[in-house]
């Protein structure tokens, strides 16, 4: 079936970096965007950015344009969502989701990882 | 950036009672060119990630219990469950994917009376 599977869960110092991995199975990877998004304790979701796993092309929500890198590993079928200079403020889930329409970016989301907790404390 | 914004925060409904949730955004949704609405709505449970319901407004997603709909066009947009049953308990959120970046809603709570 199709799904995707997270890394487990991150515990970061502030100024530190996390790297969540996201690996896809039950489909053609290359065909589908993915999205990364998360939720902060007891709020709502918020869009990071999305990748092409076939060029690697990406694009960022403003926000955390410097800090957010997205990338992909066609051989394995995993994207990789990386942010630097953590704060207390990034402590979340952070969700990796398949873009619905083959071939399409900025839609919206069919499958979803479990999620990764990852929290950010001294 | 497009706010989303739902109303109400929560909601209790009586088992087989009609749930209506409402979503607004702050432009137009509705492309012209194609007569589309790009909205999509999420059920989310406790400790559980999205599940797609509703995109293009009012298209049920493959599997969804048709007591499940969507409506509105525009700005302002509405999702109702016609009989509440136990396993709607959750949290529904609206998404817009008109343009960049994505946003959703802050999430309406769904819980029985």
């Known amino acids: 079936q199709v799904q995707l599977v997270q890394s487990g869960a991150e515990v970061k110092k502030p100024g530190a970096s996390v790297k969540v991995s996201c690996k896809a199975s039950?489909?053609?990877?290359?065909?589908?965007?993915i999205h990364w998004v998360r939720q902060a304790p007891g709020q709502g979701l918020e869009w990071m950015g999305i990748i092409n796993p076939n060029s690697g092309s990406t694009a960022y929500a403003q926000k955390l344009q410097g800090r957010v890198t997205m990338t992909g590993d066609t051989s394995s079928s995993t994207v990789y969502m990386e942010l630097s200079s953590l704060r207390s403020e990034d402590t979340a889930v952070y969700y990796c989701a398949r873009e619905k329409v083959p071939g399409t970016p900025f839609y919206y989301m069919d499958v979803w990882g479990k999620g990764t907790t990852v929290t950010v404390s001294s | 950036d497009i706010v989303m914004t739902q109303s109400p925060d929560s909601l209790a409904v009586s088992l087989g009672e009609r749930a209506t949730i409402n979503c607004k955004s702050s432009q137009s949704v509705l492309y012209s060119s194609n007569n589309k609405n790009y909205l999509a709505w999420y059920q989310q449970k406790p400790g559980q990630p999205p599940k797609l319901l509703i995109y293009w407004a009012s298209t049920r997603e493959s599997g969804v219990p048709d007591r499940f709909s969507g409506s509105g066009s525009g700005t302002d947009f509405t999702l109702t469950i016609s009989s509440l049953q136990a396993e709607d308990v959750a949290v529904y959120c609206c998404q817009q994917y008109y343009t960049t970046p994505i946003t959703f809603g802050q999430g309406t709570r769904l819980e029985i009376k």
């Open positions: 039950g489909y053609t990877f290359t065909n589908h965007y």
